[in-house]
């Protein structure tokens, strides 16, 4: 092995400016540690070094001679991928960045030189005292206190390294007890994770990802997920009934209103447990936020001005022009188009309610004499029907909901539409009838395409204004954001940090509780925001949430099911359904994701069916999550891997897919106001002929309305500082190579997709990307 004595020299010199000169060949002393720049094959590699034997300086010395793509290799091995590979021209040349290697031979007493990372967050590093004990099968080390002399230990952001000193054998590291004392004032920690490396030179990595919080004390396991049954020790299953026991003090259920799923028991943001809470309030505030956006767009000089009405569509465009995008100015040209207002039920921001139909419902008599001049194929309405060419939807739900009240100088109505649409010799979907409200009679006109322009024009909006109801308040609030909080709750009660479906599902709820907590305290609560701009403000929309809850059915969540019950799976009779396409293929994505995930860990299904905590957590979110509802068909437990697999696919996609689809169009969609007014300022038509463009102006919202509903939807359509997309996990709360290798998989999986969504996107005026990959994030968090 051949020796590069100035290497050597320079380990030497540098050692000695270390201070540890005495320490150089002493056998004890096991433990080496380089830290350097690779600048070409045979020169020199370290900048410094803290203990060495001479079997340690043969292999460093070794480490010169190999090129620098070597040195990036072991230090793969060492440690998990954190370095980015050297390009080709590092290979032969220099490597940039800092290369910390380590490594430890052999040696008695043994040191566990072990390494913790502080979170990025804002005030996540702490000067208090931090203490670690590391907790074996066989005994326990001395309490350490954490402090290089000289140094600012704990810093935010920062990896730290130390060496434990145990004076005998305590078998298997299990267990790091780390305990936090003040030093001065309140500094609270935010640990990522920590890692120890073990004599045999074995890492092993201790998942944190939690705060630690006055003088507490907190005790990690390691990182290998566990079901209870693989436990066979006391201590180990004392952890875990411990750690769960707290989390129930800590997650508790309530009833925010009768009748809702239940949420979190908390009056505001910052009564949440602080692992669940944004990093910054402020950050979350909806009145902040809202107001940001609006002065963003340059349109806060109209946010008082309510009760004044615009004067024409085209001054719409005042607040409007500044902020207009591809899509949104798509949408301002062509609103008016029919192919445009049918279009939005396919891919939209609310493409989940138009269904086939199979016969005209007696509340809504259309008959072929009215439609025969919409139909292009010489079929009557009954013939078109049968050839699966007409579609429905239908929002009854909206019949009779409360319209808001809180203003009393503006009176402001609600609709319940039924609209027929038609798909034409083009395959594009048009609306072919459209009938105002549930009960039908003279003063329920049905309107068509061919009555009076502004009568037809004021039916689509007044459909457009409905599907915004159920949008907001059914597709968005209800069954994304209260049912992920449903199986975030359930999942922080039942199941331990060690338990594989914890590890899974654990980003799919981030911020989930937190920005729902504040939708509560701000928004949705009496006198929130919602009552601002919308007509379901003031209590209509609690109305429309316990309304829409027997809609909420596992079946109905599961996208391909969802899809079949409204028949619209068929790829050659509905092509242009982007939101199935894409949907079904990230569903199918996750669905492999996490079934390879449960065949990691459950060998058949009786090792589900004696999951008891799996089990347990099923039941929590049936029995109090949905109230147990039996009606909405969830499984009060699960009896198969299939079961399994379905059942967390359906909670990850309700968290990413789902959210992203209904959630990141508002803006598109919904800021040009009149194709999508958050109310309505005066009544439905009752008479064909008598609408007027100054009737339709004075129907859409005013000034004042029009502004909070703009800064609503740009708020509302932005991705988080720092969002994490689907199927990228930096915090590793798994730690096996096998499923490193399963998300590796999963992310190229979701790669193609996306890359399969931008080549059918090319060019197109209309790109549906809700559901491209890139821009779903893991979870629910705006
Ligand atoms: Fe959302």
């Not at 395409?449 to 915004?468: E, G, N, Q």
């Not at 609030?477 to 975030?488: G, P």
């Not at 709750?489 to 907590?517: G, S, Y």
């Not at 109090?624 to 696919?649: C, I, S, W």
Request: aromatic share 12%.
């Amino acid at each position: 092995m051949p020796l590069c004595k100035d290497a050597v020299q320079s380990l030497l010199k540098v050692s000695d400016q270390q201070g540890v000169k005495g320490y150089i060949f002493q056998p004890l002393r096991t433990h080496v540690n380089l830290v350097g720049y690779y600048s070409s094959p045979g020169s020199r590699v370290l900048l410094s070094a803290k203990f060495t034997t001479s079997e340690v300086l043969l292999i460093t010395t070794d480490l010169l001679y190999t090129s620098s793509h070597t040195i990036w290799q072991l230090t793969q091995q060492l440690r998990p991928p954190k370095i980015p590979p050297p390009t080709e021209g590092d290979r032969h040349g220099r490597l940039a960045g800092k290369l910390s290697v380590s490594i430890v031979i052999f040696g008695h007493p043994v040191l566990e030189p072990f390494q913790v990372y502080v979170g990025s967050q804002w005030f996540a590093g702490t000067d208090d005292y931090i203490y670690i004990t590391l907790i074996g099968s066989k005994g326990c080390s001395e309490k350490n206190l954490l402090d290089k002399p000289f140094y600012n230990d704990f810093e935010r952001g920062a990896i730290d390294s130390y060496d434990v000193t145990v004076s005998e054998d305590i078998g298997d590291i299990l267990l790091v007890k780390i305990e936090k004392h003040k030093y001065w004032y309140k500094d609270d920690w935010y640990c990522r994770h920590v890692t120890v490396k073990t004599p045999a030179g074995d890492y092993i990595e201790f998942p944190c990802y939690r705060w630690i919080l006055n003088d507490k004390e907190i005790i990690l396991r390691e990182g290998k997920a566990k079901l209870a049954k693989d436990d066979k020790l006391q201590m180990l299953k004392q952890h875990r009934k411990k750690e769960l026991e707290e989390r129930q003090k800590l997650y508790r259920w309530k009833e925010w209103h009768p009748g809702f799923p239940q949420s979190i028991d908390a009056h505001c943001h910052s009564d949440l447990p602080h692992d669940i809470q944004f990093d910054s309030e402020k950050g979350v505030d909806f009145i902040l936020n809202y107001t940001k956006a609006m002065e963003n767009l340059f349109v806060n000089s109209f946010m008082h001005m309510f009760q004044s009405s615009w004067n024409d569509f085209a001054d719409f465009e005042r607040i409007f022009v500044r902020i207009s995008n591809t899509i949104s100015e798509y949408v301002m040209q062509h609103w008016k188009e029919d192919f445009m207002f049918g279009y939005q039920f396919l891919n939209g921001c609310n493409p989940v309610l138009i269904r086939k139909c199979h016969k005209i419902p007696d509340k809504f008599p259309v008959t072929n004499n009215m439609v025969e001049c919409s139909l292009e194929r010489n079929l009557t309405l009954e013939e078109e029907i049968e050839q699966g060419n007409i579609f429905i939807v239908d929002f009854e739900l909206l019949d009779g909901i409360s319209v808001n009240k809180t203003d009393p100088c503006t009176l402001q109505y609600i609709a319940a539409p039924i609209c027929l649409l038609y798909k034409n010799l083009e395959n594009k979907i048009v609306p072919i009838a459209i009938q105002l409200n549930q009960e039908p009679g003279v003063e329920n006109p049905i309107f068509l395409p061919t009555d009076s322009h502004y009568d037809w024009l004021l039916a689509k909006i007044w459909v457009r204004s409905s599907d915004f109801h159920i949008h907001q308040t059914v597709s968005h609030l209800l069954r994304t954001h209260l049912l992920s909080e449903v199986f975030a709750i359930a999942m922080f009660r039942q199941l331990p940090a060690v338990h594989p479906v914890f590890k899974l599902l654990i980003p799919h709820v981030r911020f989930t509780i937190a920005i729902n907590t504040k939708a509560r305290e701000q928004l949705i609560c009496e006198c929130g925001l919602f009552d601002k701009a919308n007509a379901t403000g003031g209590g209509g929309h609690v109305e429309l949430v316990l309304r829409s809850m027997k809609d909420l059915t596992y079946q109905s969540l599961c996208l391909p099911e969802a899809i079949k019950m409204r028949e619209m799976e068929s790829k050659e009779d509905i092509p242009y359904y982007f939101f199935r396409d894409d949907g079904l293929k990230v569903w199918e994505a996750v669905l492999g994701f996490v079934g390879d995930i449960v065949d990691i860990y459950y060998k058949d299904d009786k090792t589900v069916c004696e999951d008891t905590e799996l089990q347990a957590f099923v039941k929590d979110v049936f029995v109090y999550g949905l109230r147990d509802n039996e009606a909405l068909g969830f499984p009060k437990t699960l009896k198969t891997k299939e079961q399994l697999v379905e059942y967390l696919t359906l909670v990850v996609f309700t968290a990413s897919g789902q959210h992203a689809a209904v959630n990141f169009g508002q803006y598109d969609w919904c800021s040009w106001i009149p194709n999508s007014p958050p109310t309505m300022r005066c009544p439905p038509p009752t008479k064909k002929d008598e609408v007027t463009i100054e009737y339709i102006i004075e129907s859409l919202p005013d000034r004042g309305r029009s502004c909070w509903h703009l800064g609503a939807v740009w708020a509302l359509s932005q991705f988080q500082d720092n969002e994490l997309f689907l199927g990228f996990y930096p915090d590793e709360h798994f730690t096996e190579k096998s499923i490193k290798e399963v998300m590796v998989k999963f992310r190229k999986e979701l790669e193609e997709i996306g890359s399969f969504i931008q080549e059918r996107n090319k060019n197109k005026k209309l790109p549906y990307y809700y559901l491209s990959p890139d821009r779903i994030p893991n979870s629910i968090a705006v």
